[in-house]
């Protein structure tokens, strides 16, 4: 089974992501872990559920990193030229 962690091939040189982006990616992470961990509840977790489960949990970490990151940079008023 293919890992459930969306890739988004970010490079360095790729312009930066709106704030919304962040958000709803990390919105779909956050209730594919809510349904994962309400299944494992009654039902268990496999290794590889596992596994998707902190891969999961890494990327939403990376998110909201790159989230308040996006919303400093906002957040800081541009210099105007005199």
Known sequence: MASEVPTD???A????RRIEEI???IDELSAM???ALRR???LGMSKEEAKQLEERRAQISLLVEELVRA???EDVPSESPS
């Open 9 to 11: 091939g970010k490079r």
């Open 23 to 25: 958000k709803k990616e």
């Open 33 to 35: 872990q809510r349904e």
């Open 13 to 16: 040189s790729d312009p930066p």
């Open 40 to 42: 494992a509840t009654f």
């Open 71 to 73: 919303k400093t940079v």
